[in-house]
């Protein structure tokens, strides 16, 4: 089946409304630590692109007061929290509190204020208390920045379309390390659970929605 035809079938059958951008904006940046921006541990492709993109977007959403949560994969030192994901990828078990790797690469460490959820599962939001920050911040829609596109993006954008939020994958500001799986999981997502639009765009729409 060709792309046109993809697209042909998921339009036919009602999919990819526009979400729009609804209430407060918040921002989540997942996973961007220093073993997935390194090729050489879990990261490639083009997760330093999106790293590099997602400065002047965090800096603009602090300017805009946004709520901004980051998130880490944080297992226990000794392992004793281990899961399943662990056993399909058992590497991510050296990504404890004080390991360089699981450390948020420098370009976008946090500062005062903003949530940081450590987290043993893909989903930002499984098991934290991510959810109910975003809400207690009043935040309507989230966009999300970070990596992998097709692993952990991919399972926080749909659990925050489970917990009501309006998800927007910021396209350019994430990234994977093999780009089949990123483009697919773009088009997955935007057919079934979120907006996707470039940084300059998202940023020119909240300028057009929030102007006096």
């Avoid at 904006?25 to 541990?41: R, S």
């Avoid at 940081?116 to 920045?145: D, E």
Wanted: charged share 20%.
């Amino acid at each position: 089946m060709t792309h046109d035809a993809d697209h042909e079938v998921y339009r036919r059958q009602g999919f990819g409304a526009e979400l729009g951008l609804h209430g407060n904006m918040g921002f989540l940046l997942v996973d961007f630590v220093n073993g997935f921006a390194d090729p050489a541990k879990f990261g490639g492709g083009n997760i330093a692109p999106a790293i590099e993109r997602s400065r002047d977007l965090l800096a603009q959403a602090r300017a805009l007061r946004w709520p901004v949560a980051h998130s880490r994969i944080v297992f226990a030192d000794d392992g004793a929290d281990a899961n399943v994901f662990a056993a399909k990828v058992p590497g991510l078990l050296a990504l404890t509190e004080h390991a360089p790797a699981s450390a948020i690469v420098d370009a976008l460490a946090p500062v005062a204020g903003e949530l940081v959820v450590r987290k043993t599962t893909p989903s930002a939001f499984f098991g934290t208390a991510l959810a109910a920050w975003l809400t207690a911040h009043g935040v309507g829609t989230l966009a999300i920045a970070g990596c992998t596109t097709s692993g952990c993006v991919r399972a926080s954008a749909v659990d925050a379309m489970s917990h009501g939020f309006r998800p927007v994958i910021v396209e350019d500001c994430v990234g994977d390390r093999a780009q089949a799986p990123h483009r697919a999981s773009l088009f997955d997502l935007r057919q079934k659970c979120a907006d996707v639009m470039m940084r300059d765009a998202l940023l020119a729409a909240v300028r057009r929605r929030d102007a006096p």
